[in-house]
Structure formats: structure tokens, C-alpha cells
């Protein structure tokens, strides 16, 4: 895991050792209900999830890039000043 600090922007790097994900998934990757690992071994929600809050929540961007056979990094920047409107749902929800 790396950061850095590119002014208006946060850089996270978060870069795994495994064997990378499969050509055919990576352009659905964080798409609702598409899984890495096998049937029966996850629900498919976590990067969907995860895009929409970096993105969404926060007005951000994440990337995944891959070396097969080699590993799997993902990118996430995220501005240091909040999309307008970024987190008055949260803020709204917790105070029902």
C-alpha cells in the first residue's frame, strides 16, 4: 500500500500479490454481482460497493490494473475538498 499527496488530490495504492483477475471480468469488475473468486464464495458486492463510495460519496475515482500472473493494484484518488452535496445522505441517515 502506498499514498501520495498530489495537491488536490490523495493518491491510495493498494497493490495484492496474487494472480491478477481474469481478462474476460475486468471491464465488469465493479458492476453489482460480479465475483473474483469462485461460485458460492462471495457475493460479488464489495468493489461495486466500494466504486460507488469513492465515487459517488466522495467524487473520487478508483482503477484496478493488472499484471497477470503477477498482481492486481488498486488505484483510488480522492479530492481533499468533497464533491458539493458529498455525504449529506450519510450525515441525514445517521441522525434518523
Not at 52 to 78: S, W, Y
Amino acid at each position: 500500500m502506498t499514498t501520495r499527496d498530489l495537491r488536490d488530490t490523495i493518491e491510495v495504492r493498494v497493490r495484492d500479490n496474487g494472480t491478477s483477475i481474469a481478462p474476460e471480468i475486468r471491464d465488469k469488475l465493479f458492476q453489482p454481482f460480479v465475483a473474483t473468486k469462485p461460485t458460492g464464495e462471495g457475493t460479488g458486492l464489495g468493489l461495486s460497493i466500494a466504486y460507488d463510495i469513492v465515487t459517488q460519496q466522495h467524487g473520487g475515482t478508483i482503477e484496478a490494473g493488472c499484471v497477470p500472473g503477477e498482481f492486481t493494484e488498486f488505484t483510488i484518488r480522492l479530492p481533499r475538498r468533497s464533491a458539493p452535496g458529498a455525504g449529506l445522505a450519510l450525515a441525514e441517515d445517521v441522525r434518523q
